[in-house]
Structures are given as C-alpha cells and as structure tokens.
C-alpha cells in the first residue's frame, strides 16, 4: 500500500527545545492518527483529526491537519526527557479500521 | 482493564523450527491486526481481522506465515519453517471494527531466529 512519510526520520534535542515532526501524504487523507512507542514499549493512541484544517491540543503537544488534508503535524513545545521515542502518524482509509503507519520519527532528548 | 495479551514475550529459536504467536484481543474489540516491526522496514500490517475473518492479508510475506482467529478472543501467528529474517517485533492490536477509531497494541512478541 502506499506509505506515509515523517520528517525527520530522527532528532535529537535538547531539554526544553521545541520539536516538531511532519507527515505527507500524496493523496487525501479521511483522517489521521498519531501513535507515541518508547523505547522497547508497543505504540500507543495520542490522537485523531478528522476535520480539514483541524488543530488539537494536548498539554504540550499540538497536532494539526493541513487544510488539503495531505499533511499533518505533531509539535512538542519544550520538550523534556519523558518526550523520548517514536512518533507514527497512521492513515485510516476512512471505510474501515485498517491503518497504514507512517515512517515514524524517532525523538532524542538529552539534559 | 486488561490490554491486549500477546505471548510469548520473548522467543528465541532455531531456523527451520515452527514458531506459535499468540494475542487475546480486549473484550468487545472486533478487530484484530497483526503487525511486524524491524528496524529496515518499520510497522508493517501483516493481516486483519473482522469478526474473526481475515480481511486482508496483503502483507504476509509469504506461504510460510499463516494466521487464524478461532473466535473472538484468541489470534495466532504461525511461522512454518522459520527463518533468520523473520527476527522482529511482532505486534498484535485490537480496535473497534468501524472507521476512525484507535488501536490498542499489546506488549509484543520480540522473535529472534537464530
């Protein structure tokens, strides 16, 4: 099936830097989810965007849905140590429960 | 209120030999996945289940992987015989079988063919 791509594939931060990770898509998307895996963990739900142009708040997180619903984005203001892991976006095919997972972006944060 | 159960954690094994994956589902959940993770390929969906019939088994790499969902709360993931590539994290995940609606993966299987 056709992948979704993340940007970057890795990055390293410092404590209390700002991180921001993308997903592009060729086509149009029904909706978006995103999954956070610690190391050595399984992935775990975050979130989903429905809406064209959508932008969700979670504490520090912000995740937003292009207006063409091609893209999305996960930011995380000042991030801290407990941030590190992978972060996937997944396309839903809107008919049905089946995901495609992203490339996943893989964040380091160090002290 | 219990996650998805996989078994075995870990599991270390000779080439050729036959490898049993395992995945209880959460209850009420009618959707069943399998997925394989390798550090080359990332989260690869293998097969899904609807009400316990594959839908799509696209994503299985070849003859030597099988899966079944005998009823609503028990999968495998069979691999007959095994090979060293095969070494990965194996994940099963359950959802709601309608669109939209979140995964919940379990701990994972790491698989190791030596």
């Given amino acids: ?27 149009t ?28 708040k979670q504490k520090r997180l912000t995740f937003q ?27 839903g095919t809107g008919t049905a429960s089946k995901l495609t997972f992203g490339t996943g972006t893989r964040l380091q944060v160090t002290l | 209120d219990a ?9 270390v094994t000779e080439m050729g030999q036959e490898v049993t994956l395992r995945c209880k589902p959460i209850s009420g959940h009618n959707s069943l996945f399998w997925y394989r993770q390798t550090m080359m390929r990332g989260l690869e969906l293998l097969i899904y289940f ?32 095994s090979e060293p590539r095969d070494s990965a994290v194996y994940f099963c995940a359950s959802s709601f079988s309608s669109s939209n609606q979140p995964q919940h993966f379990g701990d994972g299987t790491r698989l190791s063919i030596l």
Avoid at chain 1, 32 to 50: A, D, E, S, T
Avoid at chain 2, 3 to 11: F, M
Wanted: hydrophobic share 30%.
């Fill in chain 1, 1 to 27: 099936g056709q992948q979704v791509m993340q940007i970057p594939q890795y990055q390293h931060v410092q404590e209390g830097e700002d991180f921001t990770t993308y997903c592009n898509s060729s086509t």
């Fill in chain 1, 29 to 56: 998307l029904s909706n978006i989810q995103w999954y956070k895996q610690r190391p050595g963990g399984h992935p775990v739900f975050l979130i989903q965007l429905v809406k064209s142009g959508e932008v969700k």
């Fill in chain 1, 65 to 91: 849905f292009g207006e063409a619903k091609k893209n999305s984005s996960l930011h995380i203001t000042a991030t801290q140590t407990t941030d590190v892991g992978t972060y996937f976006c997944a396309k």
């Fill in chain 2, 3 to 11: 996650g998805v159960i996989q078994s075995p954690r870990h599991e």
């Fill in chain 2, 50 to 81: 609807n009400n316990n019939v594959p839908i799509d088994d696209s994503g299985m790499p070849e003859d030597r992987f099988s899966a079944k969902m005998p009823n609503a709360s028990f999968s495998t993931l069979k691999i007959q015989p």
